[in-house]
């Protein structure tokens, strides 16, 4: 279940990785290391701010690597 605070929504990767539409190993391999994690509560939970899974959802160009077109 996500949690709310400050009118914020946290996920743990699996939900993270649904909200993505990918596997969770997906988001473990690939995905992971592009996001802030953030923790709370005793057991350190590890969540994953929802508005940074959005801006990974986004439309955005892809960089050129030196070549122009």
């Known amino acids: 279940m996500p949690l709310q605070i400050n009118g914020e929504t946290y996920l743990i990767a699996a939900e993270a ?10 988001f473990y391999k690939n995905v992971k290391a592009r996001l802030q994690p ?13 508005s940074d899974l959005d801006r990974l959802k986004s439309v955005h160009p892809i960089k050129s690597e030196g070549k122009d077109r």
């Open 17 to 26: 990785a649904r909200y993505l539409g990918i596997a969770r190993e997906t």
């Open 38 to 50: 953030y923790q709370h509560g005793i057991l350190k939970r590890v969540y994953y701010r929802q």
